[in-house]
């Protein structure tokens, strides 16, 4: 080897052996092979050389190259190895991971999604009101007279101001009535408040989803109708669905609706899922006597209502005995609607 680049390779060799850090190290690498580092600078040298040397020349300085090359990667290796151990230490890698908690919908949300998305198939909109309510939307628009045991202090949150927790969604259907053009085909799916004493199938705040369509030729097989499909989807097409006879102030006739619940090892039972009824012309007199247009015409438009209760229908799908499961944020039972 040259002589020249044999000394060159070695106070590089030295230069590279002593450098503490990637820091010194890539310094040696730019003050040997960088552009004008001291092997670039000597093979600059060549064209002074003789002919005949020339090629040994040229092989020396490929040599040095390759040499200084390896001794700049295996110093970067080892400096590599020594960051990784370093950054290991103090971890014990024997310990069992972190587990990932993966979010999921809560039940009530999944049945509110599927009860909308099945009543939104047959053209219900969406629609919204107030949980603060007046008397008026809650009771009195309602035909709900004021001795009527629900609007008892005893039943129903009332503030000083004379306002109330909306003890059902029925609200939405008199706000909506109040400016909508029939027809009127809504849904309001929301919470509903009642001073009921808690216990596995009550609470003071649960969930309801009201409906109202109003048209000129609504009829009362147009209600189960619909209701016995919306139970089917919701069930499945073998569930039976029961209309029975009851008492709401709003509707007339009214009825309540049960659906037959067969559990595996349990005689078979029905279950109250929701509250219906034609809509009583009374509530369109008193919101007529609001609006003052008459666009709700006791003479042209009927109307039907009905109001569920999402939580019974979560109860149900699940086989879930206590509805405080709905509230607790128990994630060791929430996990499983995951
Ligand atoms: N609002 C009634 C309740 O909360 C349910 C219902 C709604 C009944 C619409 C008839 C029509 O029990």
């Not at 619940?261 to 929701?274: D, F, M, N, S, Y």
Request: hydrophobic content about 40%; proline content about 4%.
């Amino acid at each position: 080897m040259n002589e020249q680049i044999a000394s060159i390779q070695t106070a590089a060799l030295e230069l590279i052996a002593a450098a503490s850090d990637e820091r010194s190290l890539d310094d040696a690498r730019v003050s040997t092979l960088g552009k004008k580092g001291t092997l670039s600078l000597a093979g600059a040298l060549i064209k002074d050389i003789p002919n005949e040397e020339k090629a040994a020349f040229g092989q020396s300085l490929n040599a040095a190259r390759t040499t200084l090359t390896a001794a700049l990667e295996e110093k970067q290796t080892q400096f590599q190895q020594q960051a990784d151990q370093a950054a290991l230490t103090g971890i014990d890698l024997t310990l069992p991971a972190r587990s990932i908690h993966t979010g999921a919908l809560h039940p009530l949300t999944q049945i509110r999604h599927e009860a909308i998305t099945i009543l939104r198939r047959m053209g219900f909109a969406l629609a919204d009101g107030p949980e603060i309510e007046d008397e008026f939307h809650c009771f009195d628009a309602l035909n709900t007279p004021a001795d009527h045991p629900a609007r008892n202090e005893k039943d129903t949150f009332y503030f000083d101001s004379g306002k109330l927790l909306r003890t059902h969604t029925s609200s939405v259907q008199v706000r909506t009535m109040e400016t909508a053009q029939p027809p009127i085909r809504i849904i309001a799916p929301g919470s509903a408040y009642r001073r009921d004493e808690i216990d596995s199938t009550h609470l003071s705040v649960f969930n309801q989803l009201e409906g109202l369509f109003v048209d000129t030729d609504v009829t009362l097989p147009d209600l189960k109708g619909t209701l016995e499909y919306f139970f089917h989807e919701m069930f499945g097409n073998s569930t039976e669905v029961r209309f029975r006879p009851h008492f709401f102030p709003f509707t007339e006739p009214s009825f309540e609706i049960d659906v037959k619940l067969q559990r595996k090892g349990e005689a078979p039972r029905w279950i109250e899922v929701a509250g219906c009824g034609m809509v009583d012309p009374a509530v369109f007199e008193s919101i007529n006597g609001t609006r003052k247009d008459n666009a709700l015409d006791t003479e042209k438009l009927t109307g039907f209502a009905f109001g569920m209760g999402l939580d019974r229908l979560a109860m149900i799908r699940w086989a879930i005995k206590d509805i405080r499961l709905l509230i607790e944020n128990d994630t060791r039972f929430l996990s499983q609607f995951a």
